[in-house]
C-alpha cells in the first residue's frame, strides 16, 4: 500500500534521526575520554562517511541511478561494520570501561551503531531488489502504464521475493530491539527524545513492511486474477449508524477481472433486493428491531447488527444470496465483501476533483448531506420515482471508479495513504471467504474483528432505530472511572449524548439500542436513564455485553450512567502494576471526547481519531 518514495523517505527519516543521536553521543565521548585516540577518530571518521554516503545512496535511487545507490550503500554497511569493531576494540583495551557506569555507556553506543548497521544492511538488500524489479519491469522511466503483462510480472516478482521482504522486516525488529536495550543514562538523556523518534520511525517503516506482504498475497484476489472476482460492497450510511459503521442504503456488485483492467460495477437501493423478499423471507430479526422498528424479519438492510463485521459479514452473504433469488438478480458466490462509509467515498472524490451530475457538484464536504438530500426528497423535484430515486449513486459511481483508473502515479501515493488511513478509522472493512484470505485481512486489520484481549476492554456500540439520519446531529462525550471499592474493582461509564437538532425530514428524535462490550465476567450493579436491559456472556466474541434503550429529544441531552464490577483478574493487574485498557472504536462512529479516570490520578481526555486507544498505566 506504499510506495517507493515513501519508503524512501521513512528511510531517509530514520537516518537522519540516527546520525543525530550518533553524533551527540561521539561528541561527549570524545570529550570525557582522549584515550584510544586513534579508535576514537575512525569511529568519527566512519559515521560521518556512513551518513554521506547513505544519503548520497538515497539521492541516486531517487534519481535512478541504481549502480551508483547499491555502491554508496555497500561503503556505507562497510563504514559501520568498522565502527562497531572499533567500539568493541575501545570496550576491551580501556580498562575504564569495566566500570559499570562506562559499561552501560560502551554498549548503549555499540547498540547504537550495530542499529546504523542493520539499517545499512536493510537499505542495500531493499536497493538489490528495487535493481532487480527494474530489470523485471521498468519501473522509474515507463513510457506508458502499465499493461496486464507487466502487472503479473510485478506480482510474480512480489512473490518470487517475499523471503527477502520477511528479512528486512526481520532486521527492522532487531533494530527494534536493539533500541529498546539502550540503558537510560547519563549520556543518552540529552538524546533520549532522538532515540524515541527513531523507534517511532522504525515501528512505522515495520508496519508498513508487514502490511505489504499480506497485500502480496490478496493482489490476485483483488485483482481477479487467474480468475475473474466477485464482490459486494456495502455502503453504510453513519448517520443512521448501525453496529459495523451504519445503515446499509445501497450495495454495488463488481467484477474484476485482469488485475483490474475490467471491473464491472452494479450500484442497487438496497431495497430492490428486501422488497421482492417480503414474501419469501422468514428470518427472525434480532429483538430490539423487532420491538422498536415493528418488524417481523430481517431484512439485508438491517444484517449488520453484530459489531464483529466478520460475523455480521457471514449473516449478510447468507442473505444477499437469499435475496438475490428472490429478487431475480444475477449473483455469484462472493469472493469479498467490503464496507465503506460516506468518509472514504468522500476522499476518494477529494483525490480525484469534484464530480457535476444533473446541475449538482458533488465534492468531499458536501457529499453525505446532498446526496442524502436528492436520494430523500430532492428526486421528487426532478419527477423521479421512489424506486428510482437512487440510481444517482450509480452515475456518481461510475464516474469515481473510471477516474480512479486514470489516476496519476502521485495521486496513486495518495490513494494508498487514504486506504491506510480508512482501515485505521474503519471507514473500510474487508471480510473475505477464503479463509486463508480472511487471515490476511486479519492481519491487515482490516477485517473489522471485536479484538481479544486479556486485560480490561471497553466498546460502546450505538445502534440508530427508526431515528432517521439523526446520528449527523449528536454530540458524543464519554468517561470512564475506575474506583476501588469494598475489594472489588468497579468501572463507572457516563455515556452523555446531545441532540443539536429538530424534527425534519432528516432528523427527528435520537433512538438507541446501546451496547457496552466488557472484559468477559464483568457483573453490572446499577444502570440509570435507560430501559429494556439485557446482560449477556458472549462466548463467541468473550465478552459480556450490556444493552440497553434509550432515547433523546431534540435541544436535549441525557446522561446514562453504568457500574459493574470487573472481573477479578482486572483487579489483580492493577494491583500488579500491569493494567492496560483497550478501548474499541466503533466503525462509523463520531465521538467528542473520552474522558479516562484511573483510581483518582489525573484524567486523560482524548479525541478517538482512530480505530483503538491504548493506553498503560504503571
Known amino acids: 500500500m506504499y510506495t517507493l518514495n515513501q519508503i524512501l523517505s521513512y528511510i531517509y527519516k530514520s537516518l537522519k534521526i540516527l546520525f543525530i543521536i550518533l553524533g551527540s553521543l561521539f561528541v561527549l565521548t570524545l570529550i570525557i575520554f582522549l584515550i584510544n585516540f586513534n579508535s576514537w577518530q575512525s569511529i568519527i571518521k566512519n559515521s560521518y562517511s556512513a551518513r554521506d554516503n547513505l544519503y548520497s545512496s538515497l539521492y541516486s535511487l531517487l534519481d535512478s541511478d541504481l549502480n551508483k545507490a547499491q555502491e554508496q550503500a555497500q561503503i556505507a554497511q562497510y563504514n559501520f561494520k568498522q565502527t562497531s569493531a572499533d567500539i568493541e576494540n575501545i570496550k576491551n583495551t580501556n580498562p575504564f570501561f569495566s566500570l559499570p557506569f562506562l559499561r552501560k555507556e560502551i554498549n548503549n553506543l555499540k547498540r547504537l551503531s550495530q542499529t546504523g548497521e542493520l539499517l545499512s544492511n536493510s537499505f542495500l538488500s531493499a536497493s538489490d531488489l528495487i535493481y532487480q524489479l527494474e530489470d523485471t519491469v521498468k519501473v522509474f522511466n515507463r513510457p506508458g502504464s502499465f499493461t496486464l503483462e507487466d502487472r503479473k510480472n510485478l506480482i510474480a516478482f512480489g512473490f518470487e521475493h517475499e523471503p527477502e521482504l520477511a528479512g528486512l522486516k526481520a532486521n527492522l525488529d532487531l533494530a527494534l530491539y536493539n533500541l529498546d536495550k539502550i540503558e537510560n543514562s547519563f549520556f543518552t538523556l540529552p538524546i533520549e527524545n532522538e532515540i524515541t523518534k527513531l523507534k517511532t520511525q522504525l515501528n512505522e517503516t515495520e508496519v508498513l513492511l508487514a502490511r505489504a506482504l499480506p497485500i502480496l498475497r490478496l493482489l490476485p484476489t483483488l485483482g481477479g486474477w487467474p480468475e475473474s472476482s466477485h464482490f459486494l460492497i456495502l455502503f453504510q450510511n453513519n448517520d443512521e449508524l448501525r453496529p459495523t459503521g451504519g445503515f446499509i442504503g445501497s450495495l454495488a456488485t463488481l467484477e474484476v477481472s485482469d488485475l483490474g483492467e475490467n471491473i464491472d460495477m452494479q450500484v442497487s437501493d438496497v431495497y ?41 459479514a457471514k449473516f449478510i452473504e447468507q ?21 465503506v462509509t460516506p468518509q472514504f467515498v468522500a476522499k476518494l472524490i477529494e483525490l480525484t476533483g469534484p464530480i457535476e451530475l444533473d446541475g449538482e457538484t458533488y465534492n468531499a464536504k458536501n457529499l453525505q448531506a446532498l446526496l442524502q438530500y436528492q436520494t430523500g426528497i430532492g428526486y421528487r423535484d426532478e419527477d423521479i420515482e421512489s424506486w428510482d430515486r437512487k440510481d444517482i449513486i450509480q452515475d456518481l459511481a461510475m464516474i469515481l471508479k473510471d477516474r480512479l483508473k486514470n489516476i496519476s502515479n502521485f495521486q496513486t501515493l495518495e490513494l494508498f495513504q487514504i ?103 464483568s457483573q453490572l450493579l446499577s444502570i440509570e436513564n435507560a430501559s429494556d436491559l439485557k446482560v449477556e456472556d458472549n462466548n463467541e466474541l468473550n465478552k459480556t455485553i450490556i ?15 453504568i457500574s459493574y464490577k470487573l472481573p477479578d483478574k482486572i483487579k489483580n493487574q492493577v494491583e500488579d502494576n500491569n493494567y492496560k485498557l483497550y478501548l474499541q472504536r466503533q466503525a462509523g462512529s463520531r465521538i467528542n471526547s473520552f474522558k479516562f479516570e484511573f483510581l483518582n490520578q489525573p ?16
Open 319 to 339: 442473505l444477499f444470496y437469499q435475496e438475490s433469488s428472490y429478487a431475480d438478480k444475477q449473483f455469484h458466490d462472493l469472493d469479498a465483501i467490503f464496507a
Open 547 to 561: 444493552g440497553f434503550y434509550f432515547s433523546v429529544e431534540p435541544s436535549q441531552s441525557k446522561q446514562i450512567k
Open 419 to 521: 486506504l491506510d488511513q480508512a482501515i485505521i478509522k474503519k471507514d473500510l472493512q474487508a471480510y473475505f471467504t477464503n479463509p486463508q484470505n480472511q487471515n490476511l485481512a486479519q492481519s491487515l486489520e482490516v477485517d473489522g474483528k471485536i479484538a481479544s484481549v486479556d486485560h480490561d476492554y471497553l466498546m460502546i456500540v450505538d445502534a440508530n432505530l427508526a431515528a432517521f439520519k439523526t446520528d449527523a446531529v449528536m454530540r458524543k462525550n464519554w468517561y470512564y472511572k475506575l474506583e476501588k471499592r469494598d475489594n472489588d474493582l468497579i468501572a463507572n461509564l457516563y455515556l452523555n449524548y446531545q441532540h443539536d437538532g429538530g424534527f425534519d425530514w432528516r432528523t427527528t428524535r435520537y433512538q438507541s439500542y446501546t451496547r457496552i462490550l466488557t472484559p468477559k465476567g
Open 272 to 312: 430492490h433486493y428486501d422488497m421482492p423478499s417480503i414474501k419469501h423471507l422468514e428470518t427472525n430479526p434480532p429483538e430490539p428491531i423487532a420491538r422498536y422498528m415493528g418488524l417481523k424479519n430481517w431484512y439485508l438492510r438491517d444484517s449488520n447488527w453484530s459489531p464483529d463485521f466478520p460475523t455480521s
Open 603 to 618: 484524567p486523560l481526555t482524548n479525541k478517538l481519531e482512530n480505530d483503538k486507544l491504548i493506553r498503560i498505566f504503571k
